[in-house]
């Protein structure tokens, strides 16, 4: 209830009126300077000024009235009723009813003791203040407030050389603590000194960290157990795995050997669903897999390779960056490598080659953030290169959802756990992005500027109001963003369904269109091939009837003659013995004849050599 009260003041008692004018300027007084004065100042260096980093925080206590309950009873028995009034005669009992109603006594009393039992009534009445009457509503009205966020804190990395943070954890109970890991990704260029140690922060608590997890190696991960808030997971430079119990203090409960670990820095590390809480898998660029249990972590319990070629061989395998697994397919895991393929695989299967299920193409470079959509497990969310997408299991040619390409290169991304529209990204230029793609597509609903060094991760708390983001410089900074941001809107997981269904429908069209398109082409190019193979074929077949025809003739021509040159012979022989004269003129006939007969060879011979005369 808002309690108003207006001061009232009459005209007359403000004073005379102000009649306002305008004129020059006009010099007063002058003071010059006094150099005298000048020479008694004294610098003060250095100045010591207490500065508050905490937050401000006030105490106040309220005590409200003690109200002592009573527990009153009317007991109401037949009876009172004079003498001369038979209380089983109606008559009689209405006459006298209405006889007493007329006394002024009778309707004091009743009024006075009206306001006592109403008084009454309305303390049995009194409902609970902190009682919530409408938890069945999953929608509430649609805020009008503009999104915004605020700073709330900012950890800054204590150690003197400065070191990027590269990834965050949420305490599962309660969010209360911040775990992050500082590490410097440049390769061979660490500088000397170096610090290898990751902090947990209390968010109350901004000067100094809680507990310092100190490894043997940097740590690029560091994940809580869901189930066991003091153990934690950590990916190391080296490819080693360590784990962290806070119960015995800073340094590693368990370590993985370097004969079984991975070969490159392990860059990804995630908690399984499981009935002990100690199963885990973990990433690398090496292009490996593996699932740990952390009671025994001397070697891993799996391995799969990421060889999109089937073939297992570790040379052909793409480098894992990311993961995602989601409680709710349990036998599905999705791996984001350097290469921009983001692979899907099925951890039941018999053989290694037949747990990368598809992929899924996409980005011009590593995909540093891949997640599932909280309501609507079969999309999820990639960020890569210049640009996050959208996904959907349904369609694997191509993303459903983009934005836009930004000048500034994208290192991070995380859904919102309360909305199913809000997604939020990071840049290099130190910028954090909120999408709202319901409230809009094309731009984000929220860009903040964090910090001018390059943001690196961030981390989304379970209540979607928290934001943390960690720099190239190490610090960590704690947003808080409107309730609009983190408030479920009316019909927004309907309103997202239908988003996610409708670009899935049209991104299929397009793909069966393409399809198409590619199987016309591919016609028509097989068709002019076909074409071009039947004219040469033709062209092949006309020379070659030209060929076989004169050849054919070729030869009957000389058949024709060896038949008359024989027959020359054998009527020469039949004649009858010849004179010395004709017997010469004989020879010369037949030394023609024979003439005659070696150029028809030569010519069937298609020899060039000239003929003896």
């Known amino acids: ?44 260096n250095p100045v010591d000024t207490g500065i508050q980093c905490s937050t401000s925080m006030s105490e106040h206590e ?63 009445n009194a409902i609970d203040i902190y009682q919530e009457y409408f938890d069945d509503e999953d929608s509430v009205e649609v805020t009008e407030e503009a999104p915004s966020a605020k700073t709330i804190n900012v950890f800054r990395d204590p150690q003197e050389i400065k070191r990027s943070a590269t990834h965050l954890s949420w305490h599962p109970d309660g969010s209360k603590k911040l775990a992050v890991a500082y590490s410097c990704l440049n390769f061979q260029r660490a500088p000397p000194g170096m610090s290898h140690d990751s902090y947990i922060w209390d968010l109350e608590n901004p000067n100094r960290p809680e507990i310092a997890l100190k490894p043997s190696s940097p740590v690029i991960t560091l994940e809580y157990n869901p189930k066991d808030s003091h153990v934690l997971l950590g990916g190391c430079y080296n490819g080693q795995i360590a784990c962290w119990d806070t119960r015995k203090g800073s340094m590693v409960a368990e370590l993985s050997t370097i004969e079984f670990s991975h070969r490159d820095p392990v860059y990804g590390t995630i908690w399984l669903q499981s009935k002990t809480g100690t199963e885990c898998f973990s990433a690398s660029t090496d292009g490996q897999v593996m699932w740990w249990d952390i009671r025994k972590l001397s070697e891993p319990t799996e391995v799969v390779i990421m060889d999109i070629t089937k073939k297992e061989q570790l040379d052909n395998a793409l480098g894992a960056i990311s993961l995602e697994f989601e409680a709710t397919l349990p036998t599905k895991f999705m791996v984001g490598t350097e290469q921009g393929v983001v692979i899907s695989c ?89 999408w709202d793609f319901v409230f809009k597509q094309c731009d984000p609903a929220l860009s903040l500027k964090v910090c001018d060094e390059a943001l690196f991760c961030l981390r989304v708390q379970d209540n979607g109001c928290f934001v943390a983001c960690g720099s190239q410089l190490g610090t960590t900074t704690l947003l808080e963003v409107s309730s609009g941001l983190c408030t479920l809107q009316r019909n927004e997981k309907n309103i997202a369904s239908s988003i996610f269904e409708r670009e899935t429908r049209r991104e299929k069209i397009l793909e069966a269109r393409h399809r198409e398109m590619r199987l016309k082409e591919k016609g028509k190019s097989d068709g002019k091939e076909e074409e071009l193979r039947e004219e040469e074929t033709a062209v092949d077949l006309e020379e070659l009837v030209g060929k076989a025809e004169e050849e054919f003739f070729d030869i009957i021509l000389s058949e024709l003659k060896k038949k008359e040159a024989e027959a020359l012979r054998k009527s020469k022989l039949q004649q009858p013995s010849l004179k010395p004269e004709d017997e010469a003129e004989g020879e010369e006939e037949m030394e023609a004849d024979d003439l005659v007969e070696r150029e028809d060879q030569a010519e069937e011979e298609g020899g060039s050599e000239e003929t003896p005369a």
């Open 1 to 44: 209830m808002e309690i108003v009260y207006v001061y009232v003041k009459k005209r007359s008692e403000f004073g005379k009126q102000c009649n306002f004018t305008d004129r020059q300027a006009e010099l007063n007084i002058d003071i010059p300077p006094n150099p005298e004065l000048a020479e008694l100042y004294v610098e003060r």
């Open 62 to 124: 309220a005590n409200t009235e003690r109200i002592e309950m009573e527990t009153r009873g009317v007991n109401h028995v037949e009876g009172g009723w004079p003498k001369d009034v038979n209380p089983l005669e109606l008559e009689q009992t209405i006459r006298f009813r209405k006889k007493v109603e007329k006394d002024e006594n009778y309707i004091n009393a009743i009024t006075q003791l009206g306001l006592i039992m109403e008084h009454c009534i309305k303390q049995n």
């Open 346 to 434: 099925n951890r039941k299967a018999k053989t290694s080659a037949e747990k990368i299920v598809c992929t899924f193409s996409g980005h011009h470079g590593p995909v540093y953030a891949l997640q599932r959509n909280p309501f609507y497990p079969k999309n999820f969310l990639t960020v890569g290169d210049w640009t996050a997408r959208i996904w959907s299991e349904d369609s694997r040619e191509s993303s459903i959802m983009w934005t836009k390409y930004h000048m500034a290169y994208l290192t991070d991304g995380a859904w919102s756990p309360v909305r199913p529209a809000v997604f939020f990204t990071t840049k290099m230029d130190g910028t954090l992005d909120i």
